[in-house]
């Protein structure tokens, strides 16, 4: 027995849309040891693409921000026999399509249906499964390690509302089970999601310059704490947000970064 003991035990995966992504990372080290993944997806395209990922999985269509189709969602699952030892929530939207605004100039609608997408979700798709949910099981949401940068915008609060969702939910569920809710906060990432914020690229290079390597954090260090959140390994941790950002976050007044900062100012 390995010490994650993933060996016949079934993880939901939502957010696989490449290679790039955590979620994708997180699903083919959890099937490297063992485990068996169902997906989610939003359309046919990229339920074809995550179908080429990983043949022989099922991959389900959901779209979080219809209720219908997240209750059915539940309904299919138990119809399915489904029996579930995790879900890992990876999804988040934002409408940049007007690019980056102050934040006191955000819209309404776009902020509700990033809530709605990003945050709300979680809450929606896990009552929608709690049947289906083995009474230990690890429910893992990927959040952000610093949801006060600037140039996040509008999800930086989003993202903040996702993080006491978590503590809520694992209180909740709490009534009737053992289900564990926890959420991985990442520093900046190379993913294809990221690259459609504008001016992410900065926050990438100056977080790379805090880590306390100097070198900028991997998806696949995400993937790792994800799993590892997944697996009975963890049982002791709950209600929780665990920092992954290479000391970046510990690190604001490197004294390399300030001296740079002091040369060019």
């Given amino acids: 027995m390995s010490f994650l003991n993933l060996d016949n035990k079934t993880f939901l995966i939502t957010g696989v849309a490449n290679k790039k992504s955590v979620a994708y990372f997180t699903a083919k080290l959890l099937i490297e040891n063992g485990a068996d993944c169902l997906f989610t997806v939003l359309n046919e395209e990229i339920k074809d693409r995550v179908e080429k990922l990983f043949p022989g999985k099922k991959v389900y269509l959901l779209n979080v921000e219809q209720v219908e189709d997240i209750q059915n969602f539940g309904e299919i699952l138990k119809q399915d026999g489904v029996k579930l030892n995790g879900f890992l929530h990876s999804i988040a939207f934002a409408n940049y399509s007007e690019g980056m605004k102050p934040f006191h100039e955000t819209k309404l609608r776009d902020y509700l249906q990033a809530t709605t997408i990003s945050s709300f979700s979680l809450v929606a798709i896990s009552n929608a499964i709690k049947d289906s949910l083995d009474p230990k ?33 694992a209180k909740s569920f709490s009534t009737f089970s053992n289900i564990r809710f926890n959420a991985v906060c990442a520093g900046p990432l190379k993913t ?57 976050s510990s690190n ?14």
């Fill in 192 to 248: 294809s999601a990221s690259a459609g914020i504008p001016g992410y690229i900065d926050n990438y290079l100056f977080a790379e310059q805090l880590t306390m390597r100097r070198i900028a954090l991997e998806t696949i260090e995400v993937a790792n704490t994800a799993v590892f959140l997944l697996s009975n390994a963890s049982s002791g941790i709950n209600a929780s947000g665990i920092v992954v950002d290479s000391g970046m």
């Fill in 137 to 169: 099981s690890s429910v893992v949401t990927i959040s952000i390690s610093n949801t006060k940068a600037t140039n996040y915008g509008y999800m930086g609060p989003i993202k903040a509302s996702l993080e006491t969702t978590v503590l809520f939910l």
């Fill in 252 to 265: 604001t007044f490197d004294e390399k970064v300030v001296h740079a900062f002091s040369k060019n100012s």
